[in-house]
């Protein structure tokens, strides 16, 4: 990681010396850490505590030092997780629902064919008054 370095003393890190990380979100090494962050921080003033920068950080820190692209990519198997995950649900309810409504289907073929018979005597009906009006006006 090219880019830590200490806030003070603007070194780099090396295998000689550790690097320190406040609470406040600073870094100092290893030489300034003493003077700079033991318990007010010199960058911004603030009372700070600091934790040893190493490979057995606290994922919350960890993260802070960790690749974006790498980061990115862990977060978008986890959305592409997620969206299976809702997937095949949403693809289990529907197949439920399309089961449902063909075990329905020949109830609404015959609410149709009903409805269908019932506006035929009405159609019928007017016919035979329509029929009947017309046989008057020749009487
Ligand atoms: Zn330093
Ligand atoms: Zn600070």
């Given at each position: 990681m090219e880019w830590i370095h200490c806030n003070n003393c603007f070194g780099l890190p090396d295998s000689e010396k550790n690097f320190y990380l406040t609470s406040?979100?600073?870094?100092?090494?290893?030489?300034?850490?003493?003077?700079?962050?033991?318990?007010?921080?010199?960058?911004?003033?603030?009372?700070?505590?600091?934790?040893?920068?190493?490979?057995?950080?606290?994922?919350?820190?960890?993260?802070?030092?960790?690749?974006?692209?790498?980061l990115l990519k862990k977060k978008l198997k986890e959305v592409h997780q997620v969206s299976d995950f809702q997937k095949n649900h949403r693809a289990r309810l529907w197949a439920h629902q399309k089961k449902q409504f063909i075990s329905l289907k020949p109830i609404l073929i015959f609410i149709s064919y009903i409805k269908h018979v019932i506006k035929v005597p009405c159609r019928i009906n007017s016919e035979i008054i329509m029929s009947c009006s017309a046989k008057q006006n020749y009487v």
């Open positions: 406040c979100g600073h870094i100092y090494c290893q030489d300034c850490e003493e003077q700079c962050a033991r318990t007010q921080c010199k960058l911004c003033g603030n009372q700070c505590s600091t934790i040893v920068l190493s490979s057995t950080l606290k994922p919350d820190v960890q993260m802070y030092f960790t690749d974006p692209d790498e």
